[in-house]
């Protein structure tokens, strides 16, 4: 699952339950310290991304799922 999260960063989320950042260019570097339940679906997904970076957003800032 690819997430878009405040517009500013690409999570890349695989089905071992790992979260990736995304760059540009679709090099991926993993999130340490960072873990997802395996039974995690599409929107608790998002509400675990939107706590695990709430510091970055802003006002009006959303986390969305794109694939």
Request: aromatic share 12%; hydrophobic share 40%; with cysteine.
């Amino acid at each position: 699952m690819l997430f878009d999260v405040y517009g500013r960063y690409r999570v890349y989320v695989d089905a071992d339950c790992l979260p990736w950042l995304v760059d540009g260019d679709g090099g991926r570097s993993s999130i340490q310290g960072f873990t997802i339940p395996p039974d995690a679906d599409g929107e608790e997904m998002i509400d675990l991304l939107d706590v695990a970076f709430h510091e970055y957003a802003r006002p009006g800032d959303k986390v969305i799922q794109i694939s």
